[in-house]
């Protein structure tokens, strides 16, 4: 998949396209039609994080498409958000003011549509766009730019998770917990003697962020592949606080 938690650079998301395109074309029985949208929401996620708005937007389309013939609210609802998100990008780099007019077309559906979900998605993509923004830093080895980039997306995960009743509490639970691991682990490669304090803090946080999580996932009755992937994260990065 091409969750960040696990993202490993072009040449892994470039294959993963390919078999999940490969996968929409093998689908035949109508109880596996759900898989479909699936597919559509994995590559649509793949071409965002290679840049490529344009095919992203276009997945995230069949996958509402898909969404028509399979109801599946929450899906299509972050299928929706993504795509807002793709549609943001793309017009902030092109300037055209056709862009702006779909992006713009497009959130006026969206909030309508998903009146809840896109509620509180203004705070989930800014945090997302802190995060982008904390990548491109590291790359560049600016360790403490990072840092405070990743505070700034943690805190915004924070806002949606003080409301146990937003759809997006589970994943906000576990990616702040996940943006406070990264501070503190960027500040630890920064190799500034006095950053202790605050990547004890980071670290502390992530803890608590981590054991909330797991233990809001024990209560579930019924736990989708996406709450147990984030589940073992909120193990393994644990871990590797405790071994740090």
């Not at 969750?3 to 470039?14: R, T, W």
């Not at 699936?38 to 509402?64: M, N, P, T, V």
């Not at 609210?73 to 902030?92: E, I, N, Q, T, V």
């Not at 491109?136 to 924070?158: F, I, P, S, V």
């Amino acid at each position: 998949a091409a969750d960040n938690i696990f993202e490993k650079g072009p040449a892994f998301l470039y294959q993963a396209i390919g078999k999940y395109r490969r996968a929409i074309t093998a689908i035949k029985k109508s109880e596996d039609q759900p898989l479909v949208a699936h597919c559509w929401f994995q590559i649509g996620l793949c071409y965002f994080y290679l840049d490529r708005y344009y095919e992203s937007i276009a997945a995230f389309s069949k996958l509402e498409d898909a969404m028509i013939k399979n109801a599946n609210a929450a899906k299509a609802a972050d299928g929706a958000l993504r795509k807002l998100m793709a549609l943001k990008k793309l017009k902030s780099i092109t300037k055209d003011p056709g862009d702006q007019a779909s992006y713009d077309e497009f959130l006026r559906w969206a909030t309508g549509a998903y009146p809840k979900q896109i509620g509180s998605s203004g705070k989930r993509e800014a945090a997302i766009s802190s995060e982008d923004r904390a990548r491109e830093l590291t790359e560049g080895k600016k360790w403490g730019e990072a840092a405070d980039k990743y505070r700034e997306a943690a805190d915004a995960w924070a806002g949606i998770s003080s409301d146990p009743t937003d759809p997006f509490y589970e994943e906000a639970l576990f990616t702040a917990g996940f943006d406070w691991y990264r501070r503190g682990d960027c500040l630890s490669r920064s190799g500034n003697a006095g950053d202790a304090s605050k990547i004890t803090d980071a670290f502390g946080r992530a803890l608590q962020s981590f054991a909330n999580h797991l233990a809001f996932v024990d209560k579930l009755a019924n736990k989708e592949r996406t709450v147990i992937k984030n589940a073992v994260g909120s193990v393994m990065f644990s871990c590797r606080i405790y071994l740090h």
